[in-house]
């Protein structure tokens, strides 16, 4: 809504400022703030715990293995999931109750709940209360572009002052090695505690028990034969316009693959929310657009390969001990708009700057030599994705609401 009367009020300056004001009251004042504190007549729920994902995407990402843990205690727990009004007819388990992002209701659950736990700041978000527990996820492991502080000067006055108060009020960062931890404290304003026990999406990777029926589950929901293997191309979004860096040559790769393994392969395309428009862009004819598949880690554990970009999502696959290729045909100028955490050239991951580049060095890939670099990898950063991430994270939710 706040998008569209910007775009709608953007072509005069006074009616654009007066139109930003009349909504920021609306959305930050008389909702967050007086009707929020009017909601503290009622009492914090003591079992009731709040889950918001991307904004209220659907049932994925950080909130749903935790949320999965709780449903296994049976103890008597009021779970509520935030989805927004594009995903709210999404999935929810049974024993989840949903709540609309942005609404009343949703302030009022947020309340009065006990715990909150969100995988990036909360923006929707009433003053939080004296007895209540908020948990940062954060959406990223090992990532390798810089955020919060590390790329302050891409980041709004309004942006820092959220995320400064996000920091504030939360009690606990949960954090997968020494790097993530160095990371909370150096650049994400935060000082408190750090649970360093492993990433809970990543626990599905690590604990491969289920891997075979998730990914005859998947695919079998995105109409795949059992028979076949799967190639996933996920980049993360650009700050700029220029589309070329996405223009992967999907019949090329399929084309290599399927006549030098003897197998046949099917392409799924994963863009980010923010250009999720672009599968239908580039009109990808061989390929499936799995933009809006709810969760992402059984794509992951689908697909054979994995060509992402600068996102953090080629660590955790790798963790399946798969190959994971950089398709960063516009290395120089991302380094320019975001710049980087590492030196891209010494990661384990494959680089390459081009569709041809990409076909050569599937062509030459040594195993042995990427194993390796990923221990090596591993090692330097600290790793410590235990797999029992969302089992720790449910004891202490259980500890604070002091239920037994």
Known sequence: MKEKIYHLLSGNKFLFTIGKCIYDFNYYILKLKIIGFLFRIFPIKKNKIVVNSYFGRGYGDNGKPIVDELLKTKKNIDIVWILNKENINSYLPKGVRKVKYETIKCLFELVTAKVWIDNSRMLFVPPKRKKQFYIQTWHAGIGFKKCEKDSIKSLTKRYIKRAIKDSKNADLFISNSKWETHLYRSAFWYDGNILEVGIPRNDILINKKNHVEIAAKTKKKLGIKNNCRVILYAPTFRNYDDLSCYKIDVNKIIDFLNKSTNDNWVFLIRFHPNVSYLFNEF??????DVTNYDDLYELLITSDILISDYSSLMTDFSYLKRPVYMFATDIDKY?????????????PFILCKSNEELISKMKNFDEKKYLDNLDKFYKNVGLNETGKSSQEIVKIIIKEMGID
């Open 283 to 288: 009109k990808f004819d061989n390929a499936i």
């Open 335 to 347: 380094k320019e708009d975001r710049d980087y955490l590492f030196d891209l050239t010494k990661l």
